[in-house]
């Protein structure tokens, strides 16, 4: 028997160590990642990652969303958590590592109540909803992340179209498990999806989004002749025709079905062990450190601080009359401030936010460490999904950089987006927001694909929240007093969204009760906050992460401030928050502290 102990005492035994030690590690993760991808193949072409040659990321295939899948994903993430577990000490010491054990205890513990929808970095307590499931991930999926460009990708276009009345029938499997079991989305949920599947249902289906997608795709595939692209849309016509629209018809009809089982009350503290279920969501989206009652008291003394810095903001602006939320409202209604709701206002709209893209790399390059060079594209959010989108969201582009980064505004009403509130969506969304936090982890190598797969909310949104403090502390409103109106609304709704979560998920908050409190705090739009209502609804806990993460920065910097004095660098803070990419604020704050620790003994050392 060899003593490895004698060998690691050698000249280079200590090196075979640790190269025995990475390559245990490395072994792990791809066991990892081979697991994840094959388990969601519609998560691969999303990034592209056969165009990496990754041979485990099959361009055909569909995630399967059955009852039993989500039992043996179960099972695979206990044994991947244990795999993780069993490495070295010193393994498990590494970054890499403790981010993947981060995200697989809290999957474990999540996915242990067995309902909802639970992947990498996302929980939801139904199974499907007006936001996401199959049956409409299928459609964002073969529109605008199945790209065509040659024969192959043609080909699993097809195929994958060929299998979306499967896949329907899977999230309707899933959906009535889960009704067994007293899980069901409330009534106004299942409105939203007869909504949003009413065009997918249709019997005229030239207008069908799968086919008003195809076309825009087979325009643009320059490697493909047209008597293919023909046959193609032919075959694809057939299949809408006979097999999907029906599929979607039925997908629709089960849906009316359910709604007598649906109740009202949207929180999930009246689902099974509801109230434990949320404290897990808080872990697994925001923190570990606090608990809803704490959330809730910490986001009405914000709500409470931004109003004060409003009312003088407000009244500077001869805005006197009414509470702040009142003439909020009003600023928002004022003729200068709005563009038409026709398509000659929303391409104005839109012109007038690409138009801050270079003020907003300009702030970039004063306060990060080096430049976001690659592209970024601000689109409108494809009518098809405007009722059941976000407001407005990023999404990275491909890792092969073939894809740019991409901005998405939702114009289902212009009303929604006053012109004062743009330059801050910019710097959220864009630069130096989420456009700068996927940019910089994406050009580093050796991280490990399992771990880029990781959706950290708390750290993602955090930093795209606190983006839109940098940029009033740059003084880029200081010409423009309704743009840092604008910012400060902004951090009023991120303040206001503790409150409603915990308000719904824990305390029992109707609906109704959600919205007016929204509504009367912010002045945003009635119809824009019972479409965030909604979103909280059905997506507990992620809504938290975004004033968490932003004031977790903001008392590092503080801290940096403070224990480095005139030797502090913003950008360089900024690098350290940026470059280690996603992961939780437990080692945001630990790599801080060490940046702090290593600048003091250069300055000792001077």
């Known amino acids: 028997m060899l003593d490895n102990t004698a060998s690691a005492q050698q000249p280079g035994g200590q090196d075979a160590l640790q ?48 009852p039993a899948a989500l039992d043996r994903a179960r099972l695979d993430w206990i044994e991947g958590l244990a795999e993780l ?14 981010i993947a054990l981060y995200s697989y205890t809290h999957l474990v513990d999540v996915a242990g109540y067995g309902y909802g929808h639970v992947e990498l970095g996302l929980a939801r307590p139904y199974s499907i909803d007006h936001m996401r499931g199959g049956w409409l991930d299928l459609i964002d999926l073969l529109g605008e992340r199945h790209m065509i460009d040659r024969e192959r990708d043609l080909v699993n276009w097809l195929s994958r179209l060929e299998r979306v009345p499967e ?27 007869l909504v949003t ?11 069908h989004p799968l086919l008003v997608l195809l076309d825009r795709q087979l325009a643009g595939a320059s490697g493909i002749d047209g008597g293919r692209k023909a046959q193609a849309r032919a075959r694809a016509v057939r299949l809408v025709r006979e097999e999907i629209a029906p599929a979607y018809r039925d997908f629709r009809a089960d849906i009316e079905a359910l709604r007598p089982a649906a109740g009202l009350g949207p929180g999930v503290w009246a689902l099974p062990d509801g109230d434990r279920f949320y404290e897990s969501l808080i872990g697994f989206y925001a923190t570990d450190q606090l608990d809803a009652d704490a959330l809730h008291a910490e986001g009405e003394a914000e709500v409470l601080a931004i109003e004060a810095e409003l009312d003088a903001a407000l009244k500077a602006q001869g805005l006197i ?13 004022q003729a200068d401030q709005l563009y038409g709701d026709d398509e000659a206002g929303r391409a104005e709209l839109l012109a007038a936010l690409r138009a801050g893209l270079d003020g907003a790399r300009a702030l970039s390059a004063e306060i990060l460490p080096r430049e976001v060079s ?6 409108p959010v494809p009518e098809y999904l405007a009722t059941s989108a976000p407001s407005a969201y990023y999404r990275a582009g491909s890792i092969d950089g073939s894809r740019p980064g991409q901005l998405y505004i939702n114009l289902r009403s212009t009303a929604e987006w006053p012109a004062y509130t743009l330059p801050t969506l910019m710097f959220h969304e864009g630069l130096p927001g989420h456009h700068a936090d996927s940019a910089y982890p994406r050009e580093r190598r050796r991280v490990p694909l399992v771990n880029r797969m990781v959706w950290m909310s708390a750290y993602t949104e955090g930093w795209a929240t606190y983006a839109e403090d940098l940029a009033d502390e740059a003084g880029l409103y200081a010409e423009d007093p309704l743009a840092r109106i604008g910012y400060l609304q902004s951090v ?3 303040a206001a969204r503790l409150v409603v979560d915990t308000g719904i998920h824990a305390r029992g908050w109707s609906r109704e009760q959600a919205v007016d409190y929204l509504v009367d705090k912010t002045g945003l739009p009635r119809s824009m906050m019972e479409a965030e209502v909604d979103r909280y609804i059905v997506w507990p806990g992620q809504a938290l992460t975004y004033l968490t993460g932003r004031n977790t920065i903001r008392t590092l910097r503080t801290q940096a401030r403070a224990a480095l004095g005139e030797d502090f660098d913003l ?34 050392a001077r």
């Open 85 to 98: 577990e069993a490495l070295p000490a010193e393994a498990r010491a590494t970054r890499d590592v403790r």
């Open 19 to 66: 190269r025995d030690t990475r390559r245990m590690v490395e072994l792990t993760f791809d066991r990892l990642a081979t697991r994840e991808i094959q388990r969601s193949p519609q998560w691969a072409s999303r990034i592209d990652l056969s165009r990496l040659g990754f041979a485990a990321a099959p361009g055909d295939a569909l995630d399967d969303r059955s």
């Open 321 to 333: 009359e009414g509470s702040v939320g009142e003439r909020l409202a009003a600023l928002s209604a």
């Open 571 to 604: 950008a360089a803070f900024h690098g350290v928050i940026l470059e280690a990419g996603p992961r939780p604020l437990d080692l945001v704050e630990e790599d801080v502290f060490a940046w702090i620790s290593r600048e003091v003994a250069k300055r000792q």
């Open 374 to 379: 690659a592209p970024i594209a601000i689109l």
């Open 197 to 207: 599947s009413a065009p997918l249902a249709a019997e005229e289906i030239e207008s």
């Open 167 to 193: 896949k329907l029938e899977e999230d309707l499997r899933r959906l009535r498990f889960d009704a067994e079991n007293g899980v069901v989305p409330p009534a106004p949920i299942l409105d939203l999806i």
């Open 492 to 494: 009023l709704f991120r």
